[in-house]
Nanobody, 123 residues
C-alpha cells in the first residue's frame, strides 16, 4: 500500500510558475510509474504528465507540453511537477497517482491516488 500526499498547490498569476510535490509514505515510489492528473470544476479528470519508475521515460498531455515538466528522485521518494507559463485554464485540483506501468496513465488508470492539491491561476 502506497499513501500519496501532494503539496505545493496555491494561487498564482497567469504567466507565473508553481511546483507541485508528491511524496509517498507507507511504501516507496521506486517500483511505480507516477503521474499527475487534474480535474477542473465541472470537467472530467484528465491526465497531465507521467514518468516511468526509472525516470527514463515521460509523457505529457498536449495542453501542457513545453510548459510543464515532471521529474522524480527515487532516493528522496519524491515526484515533482514544475508548471511554467501557467494560464487560467490550468486551474484545477491536481492529483498524484502511482501505477505499475506508465502505459495505463494516459487512459486515466492508476492503482494509488493522492487526495489532491488545489491550483488556481488568476488572469
Amino acid at each position: 500500500q502506497v499513501h500519496l500526499v501532494e503539496s505545493g498547490g496555491g494561487l498564482v498569476q497567469a504567466g507565473g510558475s508553481l511546483r507541485l510535490s508528491c511524496g509517498a509514505s507507507g511504501g516507496t515510489f521506486t517500483p511505480y510509474a507516477v503521474g499527475w492528473f487534474r480535474q477542473a470544476p465541472g470537467k472530467e479528470r484528465e491526465f497531465v504528465a507521467g514518468i516511468s519508475w526509472s525516470g527514463s521515460r515521460t509523457n505529457y498531455a498536449d495542453s501542457v507540453k513545453g510548459r510543464f515538466t515532471i521529474s522524480r528522485d527515487n532516493t528522496k521518494n519524491r515526484v515533482w511537477l514544475q508548471m511554467n507559463k501557467m494560464a487560467p485554464e490550468d486551474t484545477a485540483v491536481y492529483y498524484c497517482a502511482a501505477d505499475p506501468t506508465l502505459t495505463n496513465m494516459p487512459l486515466g488508470q492508476a492503482e494509488y491516488w493522492g487526495q489532491g492539491a488545489q491550483v488556481t491561476v488568476s488572469s
